[in-house]
């Protein structure tokens, strides 16, 4: 089992930056896929960008490529979000995930069965 906390959220204007960090407890942390998910207020929980266990393989979803990056440091348990070129439509709780490694781009919510608290991410116009 893998405990997941985020942090690095807050508030930022139009254009601006921020790295999400998700720190992960246990000793088997590169053995798992890892994903970020967000939820915009009134809307579904969407896939924003997935990093397999070994840190080879990304997917970033389209709405982000481009502005977002994804990465990992199994030596420190902890995966990262690069959020360049804010939008408030990039408004929204952004939550880790992460489920054993199954050597497939999964991307749905169902397929993860870890998930952290959430950290809050506001961008001003």
């Known amino acids: 089992q893998v405990q997941l906390v985020e942090s690095g959220g807050g508030l930022v204007q139009t254009g601006g930056s921020l790295r999400l960090s998700c720190a992960a407890s246990g000793r088997t942390f590169s053995s798992y896929d890892m994903a970020w998910f967000r939820r915009a207020p009134g809307k579904e929980r969407e896939f924003v960008a997935r990093i397999s266990a070994s840190g080879l393989g990304t997917i970033i979803a389209d709405s982000v490529r481009g502005r977002f990056s994804i990465s990992r440091d199994n030596a420190k348990n902890t995966m990262y979000l690069q959020m360049n070129g804010l939008k408030p439509d990039d408004t929204a709780v952004y939550y880790c995930?992460?489920?054993?490694?199954?050597?497939?781009?999964?991307?749905?919510?169902?397929?993860?069965?870890?998930w952290g608290q959430g950290t809050q991410v506001t961008v001003s116009s």
């Open positions: 995930a992460a489920r054993m490694a199954t050597g497939f781009p999964l991307i749905e919510n169902s397929a993860y069965n870890y």
